[in-house]
């Protein structure tokens, strides 16, 4: 017996081999409480292209940062931006495919939950959808979590802005302003800094001026969508985000500029 209990008893050779079979089962936590498979998928999402989400008064913004496609694909197939309902808009940072298959289990729902109620569903409740389904993944066997985490914005009937994000764990949590993907924790930090009732009043500069922290300059890699209560989505075309994205840069050397002065006195 005590042969065959070696292996563990030797820390250099036993541990590492206990360690590495709590990630292979999703459903198995490690003794010191981790999902490792979930980890992991946090891990994905945070080498996704980033997507920064601003709440407003009157509007909701997503700015996401664009893929550079191959020079003979069509742009058009690549998109991060999706409505789920009349009001309601998803961006995501992560694996594209399970993205796909998650926004198309939600527009399903969206649609049973009109049938059923004759209603529009509420932000809170799609979001809460959304990370249920994700949720389930981490808690049975024979599938992986899904590797993204979504961003979901919308209106409430009563006219109130709505901003979740949503984890593969399955969490859900509602922010004023809030990052996901590659360098979140720097467009975090920023949006920490600068949020304020005033930045918020044009939530199209904040999110972009966000998004300028970790992409380079250029209307072409960034997406913009903005919405509006009762008013269909609105995705700017390229010139108008290089225009915002210009007026941004100028307005960046104008402070360094300022922050030089003082220095050379």
């Given at each position: 017996?005590?042969?065959?209990?070696?292996?563990?008893?030797?820390?250099?050779s036993?541990?590492?081999?206990?360690?590495a079979?709590?990630?292979?089962?999703?459903?198995?936590?490690s003794?010191?409480?981790?999902?490792?498979?979930?980890?992991?998928?946090?891990?994905?999402v945070?080498?996704?292209?980033?997507?920064?989400?601003?709440?407003?008064?009157?509007?909701?913004?997503?700015?996401?940062?664009?893929?550079?496609?191959?020079?003979?694909?069509?742009?058009?197939t690549?998109?991060?931006?999706?409505?789920?309902?009349?009001?309601?808009?998803?961006?995501?940072?992560?694996?594209t495919?399970d993205?796909?298959?998650?926004?198309?289990?939600t527009?399903?729902?969206?649609?049973?939950?009109?049938?059923?109620?004759?209603?529009?569903?509420?932000?809170?409740?799609?979001?809460?959808?959304?990370?249920?389904?994700?949720?389930?993944?981490?808690?049975?066997?024979?599938?992986r979590?899904?590797?993204?985490?979504?961003l979901?914005?919308?209106?409430d009937?009563?006219?109130?802005?709505?901003l979740?994000?949503t984890?593969?764990?399955?969490?859900?949590?509602?922010?004023?302003?809030?990052?996901?993907?590659?360098?979140?924790k720097t467009?975090?930090?920023?949006?920490?800094?600068?949020?304020?009732?005033?930045?918020?009043?044009?939530?199209?500069?904040?999110?972009?001026?966000?998004?300028?922290?970790?992409?380079?300059?250029?209307?072409?890699?960034?997406?913009?969508?903005?919405?509006?209560?009762?008013?269909?989505?609105?995705?700017?075309?390229?010139?108008?985000?290089e225009?915002?994205?210009?007026?941004?840069?100028?307005?960046k050397?104008?402070?360094d500029?300022?922050?030089?002065?003082?220095?050379e006195?």
């Amino acid at each position: 017996g005590a042969q065959g209990q070696a292996p563990y008893r030797r820390a250099g050779s036993g541990a590492p081999r206990r360690m590495a079979r709590y990630d292979r089962a999703i459903t198995v936590f490690s003794p010191d409480g981790h999902l490792f498979q979930v980890e992991y998928a946090m891990e994905a999402v945070r080498k996704g292209t980033t997507a920064v989400g601003v709440r407003s008064k009157d509007h909701i913004v997503f700015a996401v940062e664009r893929k550079s496609t191959a020079k003979l694909q069509d742009p058009r197939t690549v998109r991060k931006i999706h409505k789920l309902d009349e009001n309601i808009v998803l961006s995501f940072a992560g694996l594209t495919a399970d993205a796909r298959v998650l926004i198309n289990k939600t527009l399903v729902e969206c649609q049973s939950y009109r049938l059923t109620f004759e209603d529009s569903p509420s932000v809170e409740y799609v979001a809460e959808y959304v990370s249920g389904v994700q949720q389930r993944y981490t808690q049975s066997g024979g599938v992986r979590p899904f590797g993204i985490s979504t961003l979901i914005m919308g209106f409430d009937r009563d006219g109130t802005p709505q901003l979740f994000q949503t984890e593969p764990s399955g969490n859900y949590t509602a922010w004023k302003a809030v990052a996901i993907g590659r360098s979140q924790k720097t467009v975090k930090e920023y949006l920490e800094k600068t949020y304020s009732e005033e930045t918020a009043e044009d939530g199209v500069k904040l999110a972009c001026r966000a998004l300028l922290e970790v992409v380079e300059a250029g209307g072409k890699n960034i997406e913009v969508a903005v919405l509006r209560q009762g008013k269909e989505l609105q995705l700017l075309g390229d010139d108008e985000v290089e225009a915002i994205v210009k007026g941004i840069e100028a307005e960046k050397e104008e402070e360094d500029k300022k922050k030089k002065k003082p220095s050379e006195k």
